[in-house]
């Protein structure tokens, strides 16, 4: 079993930066991929990065390439999300997830074993 736990989220204006974090208990962090996700209400969970179990290998979704970066700190159990550049879109409950794979369907959701509960992200314009 992996335990995961965001935090960082809160109101911010647009235009404004926000860092998200991930603490991860349980099984051994380094063993997986980590990735975040965001579902605003009405939506689809959005993938928006995935970071390998070194950390040395990174993907995003096209919505926040170049406005956010995943990162991992293996000897902390933690990987991070810093998002600059708010939009109002941005508005959403973030997940991170674990997997036990980092391939070309870590995009999915369905690749994920382990979820947290989420936390809040609201940009206001």
């Known amino acids: 079993q992996v335990q995961l736990v965001e935090s960082g989220g809160g109101l911010v204006q647009a235009g404004g930066s926000l860092r998200l974090s991930c603490a991860a208990s349980?099984?051994?962090?380094?063993?997986?991929?980590m990735g975040w996700f965001r579902q605003a209400p009405g939506k689809e969970r959005e993938f928006l990065a995935v970071?390998?179990?070194?950390?040395?290998?990174?993907y995003y979704a096209s919505s926040v390439k170049g406005r956010f970066t995943i990162s991992r700190d293996n000897a902390k159990n933690t990987v991070y999300l810093q998002m600059n550049s708010l939009k109002p879109e941005d508005t959403a409950v973030y997940y991170c997830?674990?997997?036990?794979?980092?391939?070309?369907?870590?995009?999915?959701?369905?690749?994920?074993?382990?979820w947290g509960q989420g936390t809040q992200v609201t940009v206001s314009s």
């Open positions: 997830a674990a997997s036990l794979t980092y391939s070309s369907d870590s995009g999915s959701p369905a690749s994920y074993d382990y």
């Open positions: 349980g099984r051994t962090f380094s063993s997986y991929a």
């Open positions: 970071i390998n179990r070194s950390g040395g290998r990174t």
